[in-house]
């Protein structure tokens, strides 16, 4: 199964430097593979990460995203003072993605960059949550 993760920085107070973004991400790969799933394509901006990923059958979701964030939180620590207080937020959200939109979603994920100059992570977050119909009360969504 396909899917499409995406989590962001606790409360904005640690930003990742575009110098550790890469090995961030491979490192992030690596996690995933750990979990009997393959990483397809991992990329962000400096307040959060985009995953796309083939989900093996023999983890749940969250156990792979708890996995993720605990182990990528605990390296990221060792690359400088600057990240002592690093933590992601309690939350994530995941999309199962068809192979219908599989290109379109690598290619959304690859131009992360580009992307965040018009839109900010709230506004993205929110409009995918609208997009597949999920719904919120927007006062818990930003809570950690």
């Not at 083939?54 to 990240?83: F, P, Q």
Request: charged share 25%; net charge neutral.
């Amino acid at each position: 199964m396909f899917v499409h993760i995406i989590f962001h920085v606790k409360n904005n107070t640690t930003k990742i430097s575009k110098e550790n973004r890469a090995e961030l991400y491979a490192y992030i790969g690596a996690i995933i593979k750990d979990n009997d799933s393959i990483p397809i394509i991992i990329n962000g901006v400096e307040d959060h990460v985009h995953i796309l990923c083939i989900m093996s059958k023999n983890i749940a979701l969250a156990k792979l995203v708890e996995e993720i964030k605990r182990h990528s939180s605990r390296w990221i620590k060792t690359k400088g003072s600057n990240y002592s207080k690093f933590a992601w937020q309690g939350g994530y959200i995941g999309f199962s993605v068809s192979s219908s939109v599989h290109d379109k979603t690598k290619q959304y994920i690859e131009n992360q960059e580009e992307h965040h100059r018009k839109l900010i992570f709230r506004d993205e977050y929110l409009l995918f949550l609208k997009e597949y119909g999920i719904e919120y009360n927007e006062e818990y969504l930003w809570r950690d």
